[in-house]
């Protein structure tokens, strides 16, 4: 994630040089070290944007079962890997009178689910329940497995528009970011032995689940390079910095059935580990697109938009470990391309 965005901003910068290179003999030459920095005069205008995006998590894949063979010992790991889903954007700007400055109302998020699924004969192999609950370790002839994510964020942030010389536009953010992350994990596996000793057969249902809630400060700056004839390079960096509550529910349950495969002869429910406290998460997040606006006339203007962008939030999620307790500290991130619409109403 880190080189992805590491990427979209040495884009943008390689872009600027080019620009600046290509257009060396349209542009005077500086007579001093200053920079040509101002704020442009605008009028009152509205831009209503909205963003369809093809994202996909970056967090670890769910790795929910492992097959030993009962042969040589080998052994195959299942996991839910994730996909792209489809998710939408949106943001309000108000560009207020005067010099350059705005508020925007932005929103994002995705909400996906990925399964996956396996099943063995129990003469050949054994396998392993899952790796999210203390209760891992018994062998099921077949195991569904499935990760559900919703992620959602607002921002509410007041920008400065800035000139630098003829080509070259600077927008410096900043104000609050609001997040809702949720990550869940579940398997549930069938045809496993009777634990008490029958004929019958057991089940087992198990679940990780990741929640984040919160609100913090957040910073950035877009980019524009003006290429000419309505169309520009333009990027983002934006930082944040999120106070929240984190909390995490890992449990399980066993049940065990008669050979009617009606009759519950026992039910085991495993330790069930919740766990709650508030975190600042750090969030980064970057895009790089190249944009072209056709101007109607003064008071009216259409963009388009298409590029890539990632995002990502620190030690926000857990993860399970093959002994049943779950690991701390892993990142949550989305990434894909994105398509961009603007309308601009003075």
Avoid: C
Wanted: glycine content about 12%.
């Amino acid at each position: 994630m880190k080189t992805q965005i590491s990427l979209i901003l040495l884009g943008l910068g390689l872009v600027s040089a080019s620009v600046y290179a290509s257009h060396a003999d349209e542009m005077p030459m500086p007579a001093s070290n200053d920079i040509n920095l101002t704020a442009p005069d605008q009028s009152g205008m509205w831009s209503f944007g909205a963003t369809a995006v093809l994202m996909q998590p970056t967090n670890s894949a769910f790795n929910y079962a492992d097959i030993v063979s009962s042969v040589d010992g080998s052994t195959v790991y299942k996991n839910v890997d994730a996909s792209y889903h489809w998710w939408f954007g949106a943001d309000i700007t108000y560009a207020f009178p005067g010099n350059g400055r705005d508020v925007t109302l932005a929103y994002e998020g995705l909400h996906g689910t990925n399964t996956d699924s396996t099943s063995v004969p129990a003469s050949t192999v054994s396998l392993g329940s899952g790796m999210i609950s203390t209760l891992s370790g018994l062998s099921y002839q077949t195991i569904e497995a499935k990760t559900d994510t919703n992620y959602d964020a607002g921002d509410l942030v007041f920008g400065q528009k800035l000139d630098v010389g003829k080509r070259i536009r600077l927008h410096p953010f900043m104000g609050l970011r609001y997040a809702h992350i949720d990550v869940t994990d579940t398997t549930y596996g069938s045809g496993g032995l009777d634990l008490t000793g029958g004929d019958g057969s057991s089940v087992e249902n198990l679940k990780l689940e990741n929640t984040f809630n919160g609100i913090g400060p957040r910073l950035g700056s877009d980019a524009q390079v003006n290429l000419g004839q309505g169309f520009s390079v333009r990027g983002r960096l934006g930082l944040s910095a999120l106070i929240g509550s984190r909390s995490i529910d890992n449990k399980g349950v066993i049940t065990t059935y008669d050979t009617d495969g009606t009759t519950v002869s026992g039910t085991i429910n495993g330790s069930n580990n919740n766990d709650s406290e508030t975190r600042v998460i750090p969030e980064i997040d970057g895009r790089l697109g190249l944009n072209y606006t056709y101007d109607y006339n003064s008071t009216t203007a259409l963009g388009f938009e298409a590029g890539w962008q990632a995002t990502n939030y620190f030690n926000v999620v857990a993860e399970g470990s093959s002994t049943g307790q779950y690991q701390d500290n892993t990142n949550f991130g989305v990434q894909g391309p994105y398509a961009r619409v603007q309308l601009d109403i003075a």
